[in-house]
């Protein structure tokens, strides 16, 4: 396997994957540095490249940089697993950010979907 072959970034789509099926393979895998998005019923499995993670940094410290600079309170939830069963969806992003609804979460040591909102921005 060449170096090129292991940097290279994967995705596989799979269609009509039950809710429990997400849930086991989040439950079940360390991820590996695999990322898991769902979509009532749409499964994508990601394996991030070196240009990928490089590029979320960059776009993490670009917009935590604006921020800053604009006075514009936000909070960072990072890498964190979002999913939401009553809608059917679920997302692992690189870094998530609250900045409308950051003055709902402040303070919340750990955010609940079922009552807090979700990320305003997911990259």
């Known amino acids: 396997m060449s ?3 292991l940097q290279s970034e994967h995705r596989v789509v ?8 997400f849930e086991s393979l989040l439950a079940e895998t360390d991820h590996r540095g695999a990322r898991f998005t769902y979509d009532q019923g749409r499964l994508e499995i990601m394996s991030p490249s070196e240009t990928h993670e490089r590029l979320k940094r960059l776009l993490g410290r670009m917009i935590e940089t ?13 890498s964190t697993t979002l999913k939401n069963e009553m809608k059917r969806r679920g997302l692992e992003p ?9 003055p709902v979460v402040r303070g919340h040591d750990r955010i609940d979907l079922r009552s807090d909102p979700p990320p305003d921005l997911a990259i």
Request: aromatic share 10%; charged share 20%.
């Open 3 to 5: 170096l090129a072959e």
């Open 14 to 21: 799979l269609a009509g994957v039950a809710w429990s099926t």
């Open 94 to 102: 690189d870094e998530c950010y609250y900045v409308a609804h950051e």
């Open 66 to 78: 604006l921020t800053v600079e604009l006075d514009i309170p936000i909070r960072s939830s990072g």
